[in-house]
């Protein structure tokens, strides 16, 4: 064989495993981006927080389980959207932060994680996400003004998504990204992934049209979704918006940040309030 057939069929075989792991990237793009765990781990009241067990239906008719931790005289209800790995157990410290703002919170697990039906898919986690909001405004009579949406990673996107929708008392967005292409981009940089990524979760397009105040929160120390992801967000918004810069890393900065965050969430929501 000569230099040049080598050579080529070096060229055929790298091309030939391009195509073929990217056929795979989207053959499995749901798996890749939704990390559902079933198993409850921990409750609100092993950390000494009283809670009730919530179940409630989507439109398409999926079963879903929520908790709702109550504040004593709060200052309103936060509804909290978790990020893509876990389910609602892992973020008893979130919890814990926003019982100690005096804030109620109503905290549910997407299709396929934890105790809820079904399988998760960017069309389901927004239906799922309308679900909550009527089961809060409906069952827990939660007046809509009275309702923080606040979404963390993949959970920014679907709150930021539901926000367009209803009319929240204020929005938080919390180390999310502007879109699932852009970050996937940037994840598999040799990857077409902008040209054939399906799920999109576009909070880039979608965050002008919301309509109320917007905290944007993110650390500068993020290694899985950048800064710059959370500063366009910001940058995208024209109406009553704060960006709040924290510190740590993307599962644990608002752990890090300690007094910080709790103090940067604070203030914004009292203007609020």
């Keep these: 064989m000569s230099g040049a057939e080598i050579f080529g069929f070096g060229v055929g075989a790298i091309v030939v495993f391009y195509m073929a792991f990217t056929g795979y990237m989207v053959l499995n793009e749901s798996r890749i981006i939704f990390n559902p765990q079933r198993e ?6 092993q950390h000494g927080l009283e809670f009730s067990e919530h179940y409630f239906n989507t439109q398409d008719g999926f079963r879903l389980h929520g908790w709702f931790v109550p504040a004593v005289a709060p200052k309103g209800i936060v509804l909290f959207f978790h990020g893509n790995t876990g389910n609602l157990s892992h973020r008893i410290e979130t919890l814990e932060i926003l019982h100690g703002l005096q804030y109620s919170v109503f905290i ?3 299709r396929g994680y934890g105790r809820s039906e079904g399988k998760p898919s960017e069309d389901g986690t927004y239906q799922d996400a309308r679900a909550a909001w009527e089961h809060v405004t409906g069952a827990l009579n939660a007046d809509p003004g009275d309702v923080v949406i606040f979404g963390r990673s993949l959970g920014g996107a679907i709150a930021t998504h539901l926000a367009t ?3 929240p008392r204020a929005l938080i967005v919390e180390s ?3 879109s699932m292409p852009a970050l996937g981009q940037q994840v598999y940089p040799l990857l077409p992934v902008k040209y054939v990524s399906r799920t999109r979760y576009d909070s880039l397009g979608r965050i002008r049209a919301i309509k109320c105040p917007l905290l944007i ?3 500068r120390d993020d290694e899985l979704i950048p800064f710059t992801h959370g500063q366009a967000l910001y940058d995208a918004y024209t109406g009553d918006k704060t960006l709040l810069a924290i510190r740590g890393r993307h599962n644990d900065g608002f752990v890090f940040s300690g007094a910080m965050y709790s103090r940067g969430v604070a203030e914004f929501l009292g203007r609020y309030e």
């Excluded at 409850?40 to 009241?45: E, F, K, N």
């Design 40 to 45: 409850i781990t921990a409750t609100p009241s």
């Design 108 to 110: 549910f697990d997407y």
């Design 165 to 167: 929708e209803v009319t």
């Design 217 to 219: 929160v993110h650390s």
């Design 176 to 178: 999310s990204f502007t």
